[in-house]
């Protein structure tokens, strides 16, 4: 089991430089990486650990691609590229956390909804960076009013077609050790459903700012070099908090289907 650790540390700080160098990361978001890391590989090996390097890599090449023409959208969102320590927690902190209840209860078996958890992220990622892309037509979660491209709450066809994907590439990179048709199954539902509430609460309760400067509604408390004003949502939930609680969502619905 030690033996496993030292592994998984190594790994994970190879992980960890080259997120850094490619800058798919930051500094902070790189050492939060060794750490979850450390406690996935260490605690699960390979089992554990290709589904989150799944959604990890193809999510982060997702992000790359296509930059110029998501550039228009850059200021909308509250981050964009390299990922901080918050984003890392946001993505990967209940998977890392169900690999910690699966080290101290292995009598239960959590590997479901930790795909789960997985699945939501990888979704709503996938959803978003595809769905802004694709730039197909894009419809308020909520009010099911049009919207423009990035806002948050907007879903479009082409969006949660690739959330779908998504999921569906996490269940099938667990399938070796799960194995069963109907566990797949719920994976792939709980990423749909979970980047829905994703974007329900993206829409609702996330805090949303008005530019003073260019009037854009915005996920960003500060717009054209100025303080921006709350329009709606409260100031604590932030982008990170919501991918926190969808990620949470994913684990919850396969938990409620197996
Ligand atoms: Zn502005």
Redesign the pocket.
């Known amino acids: 089991m030690a033996d496993q650790f030292v592994l998984a540390a190594l790994f994970g700080s190879l992980i960890a430089l080259a997120s850094f160098l490619a800058r798919f990361l930051t500094l902070r978001g790189s050492l939060t990486t060794l750490v979850l890391a450390v406690v996935i590989y260490g605690v699960g090996g390979w089992q554990w650990t290709i589904p989150i390097l799944t959604f990890f890599l193809l999510s982060s090449l997702l992000s790359k691609l296509g930059r110029s023409r998501k550039a228009r959208f850059e200021?909308m969102f509250e981050k964009t590229g390299a990922r901080d320590a918050g984003q890392v927690m946001a993505n990967g902190g209940i998977a890392g956390f169900i690999a910690a209840l699966s080290f101290f209860f292995p009598e239960y078996e959590f590997y479901p909804y930790y795909l789960g958890a997985l699945a939501a992220v990888t979704a709503d990622t996938w959803g978003t960076e595809i769905g802004v892309l694709a730039g197909g037509g894009t419809t308020s979660v909520v009010t099911l009013k049009p919207v423009p491209p990035g806002t948050s709450g907007g879903i479009s066809n082409e969006g949660v077609l690739a959330g779908g994907a998504g999921a569906l590439v996490i269940a099938l990179s667990g399938y070796y050790w799960f194995g069963d048709v109907r566990t797949a199954f719920s994976v792939v539902v709980a990423g749909m459903v979970a980047s829905l509430v994703d974007s329900f609460l993206g829409a609702t309760l996330q805090a949303q700012y008005r530019?003073?400067?260019?009037?854009?509604l915005?996920e960003r408390m500060m717009?054209?070099d100025?303080q921006?004003d709350r329009e709606k949502g409260f100031r604590w939930i932030n982008n990170d908090l919501v991918n926190w609680f969808c990620a949470l969502t994913g684990a919850l619905v396969v938990w409620g289907m197996t």
């Open positions: 200021l530019c003073s400067v260019c009037g854009s915005t717009h054209c100025r921006a």
